[in-house]
């Protein structure tokens, strides 16, 4: 019976699909899987205790549908389209919600869910008009255009690496651009930027799909 057990065990594991890196964030939990059907995900942070439970709500109407993470006891609501992604803080005090409104690129926008001193609620922050206002300036665009954000990884509990992006369909000479930053959990506040060669020398580890090719082209050499 043992042996059985142990042989299903290593089959279910080699069958296993590999997990798809995020757009942002290449250990963030993707939620493209119940996009379209009624099933909740439970995503459990490293405490092993503390779980987030996401469910999107099928459009009717004029309504759109949206994404619903409950946690704490509350529902906290977001944009509904199927690329959404959680990542949970290291010390599991902390969410970030990368959402998108279900076009081909995005729009994506970036809530961190913090859990508060006393009690079990959890308080949820914005960080989406913050870090587009710092990067407006790399927005090189005949209109206006609005940037996608998203969170790449944490450094600490109190530390995010959040990214923007100039929009890769759009009215912009520099589509696909990216840039990088630091923000604090506790204020919101956007810290610091983070130099290219720094977040793909220290930080590689955590980037998406969105930095790709611009590793990949970074690392070329020219054969003579």
């Not at 009624?38 to 009717?60: E, G, K, L, Q, Y």
């Not at 990884?153 to 000479?173: E, K």
């Amino acid at each position: 019976m043992l042996r059985r057990a142990k042989a299903f065990l290593l089959l279910a594991m080699m069958g296993a699909a590999p997990a798809q890196a995020g757009l942002f964030a290449r250990h963030a939990v993707k939620l493209t899987d119940i996009y379209g059907s009624p099933r909740p995900m439970t995503v459990t942070a490293p405490d092993d205790r503390t779980r987030a439970i996401a469910r999107f709500s099928p459009a009717r109407g004029s309504d759109d549908g949206g994404l619903t993470v409950f946690l704490g006891g509350d529902d906290h609501d977001f944009a509904g389209g199927p690329n959404a992604e959680l990542l949970w803080a290291p010390d599991s005090r902390a969410l970030a919600v990368t959402a998108d409104d279900g076009g081909a690129t995005g729009t994506f926008d970036l809530s961190i869910l913090v859990r508060r001193k006393k009690g079990r609620h959890w308080r949820q922050i914005d960080l989406s008009d913050r870090v587009a206002k710092v990067f407006a300036p790399e927005m090189h665009c005949d209109e206006r255009e609005t940037p996608n954000v998203g969170a790449v990884g944490w450094t600490s509990g109190q530390r995010l690496i959040v990214a923007a992006q100039v929009p890769p369909h759009s009215s912009c000479a520099n589509m696909g651009h990216v840039a990088a930053y630091i923000a604090d959990v506790k204020s919101g506040d956007v810290l610091m930027k983070v130099d290219p060669r720094t977040l793909h020398r220290h930080y590689r580890r955590m980037l998406g799909t969105a930095f790709a090719v611009r590793v990949r082209h970074r690392h070329r050499r020219h054969v003579r």
